[in-house]
């Protein structure tokens, strides 16, 4: 693998494929979030069951979420991270996310 190149297998939908991607190499697991036209798509809960405790980082992707949705989705998951398809309101989300908490990283 190329230096600097990280991997990422999304899609993941149970327990078997998500330990799969980690014993394959992956750095990171994505599932797909409350998209209802994806074939892929998983509702919190199950979401959530592939998240916690994962032998490797796990994504969530979403679309089309209004700002309430993505705060209960980000405070159930146990989120590495969040990608957010369709969302332009990003300082809005950064503002709900950060509300109440200082990051690491401020002065």
Not at 9 to 28: K, Q, S, Y
Not at 41 to 47: H, I, K, M, P, Y
Not at 67 to 88: N, R
């Amino acid at each position: 693998m190329k230096d600097g190149c990280k991997v990422k297998i999304c899609g993941i939908t149970n327990l078997e494929d998500r330990d799969m991607t980690a014993a394959a190499g992956a750095e990171f697991f994505g599932v797909i979030v409350d998209v209802p036209y994806s074939p892929r798509t998983l509702n919190r809960e199950t979401a959530a069951g592939l998240l916690k405790d994962a032998p490797l980082p796990g994504v969530a992707l979403t679309f089309q979420q209004d700002l309430q949705q993505i705060k209960h989705l980000v405070e159930f998951q146990q989120l590495d991270s969040l990608w957010l398809a369709k969302f332009h309101k990003m300082l809005y989300l950064l503002q709900i996310l950060l509300e109440g908490e200082s990051h690491p990283d401020a002065p």
